[in-house]
């Protein structure tokens, strides 16, 4: 045999074999050219407590006006979450967690957007730690640990003092810890359109009754000088078992959410709750709202016009002399759906890869 014919032979044994195990020359192409060519949607702005401007920060705007960077495997999503400046991160796919790597959170700093590709990126077995101020998190699946008891394996958990965070449309399951945490002083802080599922523990507000910088705040005249100022809507919490939320001190605005089969309580009252709720459903809701407060530090739960079904039922009630009844309506603008709208619809648009009605 020549060696034109023995070069022929060879290469097309080799082509053979590429095809054998799934290579396609014109897939390989198709890949190479849809990482890297997400076009970043204008994201808009927050509706809730993420959208007041105060602390020097002009409502939430994450990486806006930064570079944009792309990112597909977990070291360089590492990198990218913890350098500084104003970054928006784009995600493709499963980021699977390096299998030598301790981590079971990644450190986002602050001024960056972090935002999942076409509605596949998917956080493998890690979670992500806010620890600076001005971050939108959105569209990203997060699975960290299974369904447990582990502290700190939350899907996302704020750090000390971190403010104007936004996370929308992502969805949260099966995290060793909360889903969703805005626990250690955090500020001006909304929770949209996500959905949660499979998680014992869900979200909590405050977590320390002695919480000493909350509780000095709460002798402020301005609201937006507390600590704990949230706002959760327009998500779905199904088959979770507790906190959803719990909260102590702050002012926790809640509406429009989605509740079923609820398999511990919906919503906490923590000492010194403030909680403002409007316009949820509740389908089997078991304990709605569920009292964690005390005689000496009582909180307290408004509601309006959410409806009730199935096993749901639960207290609520005015609050006592010295704590302010608010209003949400005071520090930001915002349109209610009815609670027989969020009953029949809210799930085409909650979760990872969906849009707002």
Same mark, same amino acid.
């Given at each position: 045999m020549n060696k034109n014919r023995f070069k022929i032979v060879f290469l097309m044994f080799i082509c053979i074999l590429l095809l054998s195990f799934g290579f396609n020359p014109a897939n390989?192409?198709?890949?190479?050219?849809?990482?890297?060519?997400?076009?970043?949607?204008?994201?808009?702005?927050?509706?809730?407590?993420?959208?007041?401007?105060?602390?020097?920060?002009?409502?939430?705007?994450?990486?806006?006006?930064?570079?944009?960077?792309?990112?597909?495997?977990?070291?360089?999503?590492?990198?990218?979450?913890?350098?500084?400046?104003?970054?928006?991160?784009?995600v493709y796919g499963k980021i699977m967690k390096d299998p030598k790597s301790k981590d079971i959170v990644l450190f986002v700093e602050g001024n960056k957007t972090v935002i999942g590709a076409f509605g596949t990126a998917y956080l493998d077995n890690f979670g992500l730690f806010i620890s600076g101020s001005n971050v939108i998190i959105k569209d990203l699946d997060i699975w /960290? @640990?299974? #369904?447990?008891?582990?502290?700190?394996?939350?899907?996302?958990?704020? !750090?000390?003092?971190?403010?104007?965070?936004? %996370?929308?449309?992502?969805?949260?399951?099966?995290?060793?810890?909360?889903?969703?945490?805005?626990?250690?002083?955090?500020?001006?802080?909304?929770?949209?359109?996500?959905?949660?599922?499979?998680?014992?523990?869900?979200?909590?507000i405050c977590g320390n009754d002695g919480d000493s910088l909350a509780i000095k705040s709460m002798k402020k005249r301005d609201l937006r000088d507390t600590y704990y100022t949230v706002t959760v809507h327009?998500?779905?919490?199904?088959?979770?078992?507790?906190?959803?939320?719990?909260?102590?001190?702050?002012?926790?605005?809640?509406?429009?959410?989605?509740?079923?089969?609820?398999?511990?309580?919906?919503?906490?009252?923590?000492?010194?709750?403030?909680?403002?709720?409007?316009?949820?459903?509740?389908? /089997? @809701?078991? #304990?709605?709202?569920?009292?964690?407060?005390?005689?000496?530090?009582? !909180?307290?739960?408004?509601?309006?016009?959410? %409806?009730?079904?199935?096993?749901?039922?639960?207290?609520?009630?005015?609050p006592p002399k010295f704590l302010k009844r608010w209003k949400p309506s005071k520090f930001y603008n915002y349109t209610l759906h009815e609670a027989s709208w969020i009953k029949e619809n809210l799930k085409k648009y909650a979760g990872t890869g969906k849009s707002n009605p």
């Open positions: 390989a192409q198709e890949n190479k050219e849809a990482f890297g060519t997400f076009v970043v949607p204008d994201l808009g702005s927050p509706i809730g407590w993420a959208s007041v401007n105060y602390l020097g920060q002009d409502g939430t705007t994450g990486g806006k006006g930064g570079e944009v960077v792309h990112v597909n495997n977990y070291d360089d999503l590492k990198t990218q979450l913890s350098s500084g400046g104003k970054k928006i991160i784009v /960290n @640990g299974g #369904v447990g008891d582990e502290e700190n394996y939350d899907g996302i958990q704020l !750090g000390t003092e971190a403010h104007h965070v936004w %996370i929308d449309h992502c969805t949260v399951h099966e995290c060793l810890d909360g889903a969703i945490d805005p626990s250690k002083q955090n500020r001006f802080v909304t929770i949209s359109y996500c959905y949660i599922y499979k998680q014992d523990k869900t979200m909590l327009h998500n779905v919490f199904s088959g979770t078992y507790e906190r959803n939320p719990r909260v102590r001190f702050g002012h926790v605005h809640v509406f429009n959410n989605l509740y079923e089969n609820i398999r511990g309580y919906s919503i906490g009252l923590g000492v010194n709750a403030n909680i403002y709720s409007e316009s949820n459903y509740f389908n /089997n @809701g078991n #304990v709605v709202f569920a009292k964690y407060d005390n005689n000496d530090n009582p !909180g307290y739960v408004v509601d309006e016009n959410s %409806i009730f079904e199935g096993k749901s039922y639960g207290t609520k009630n005015r």
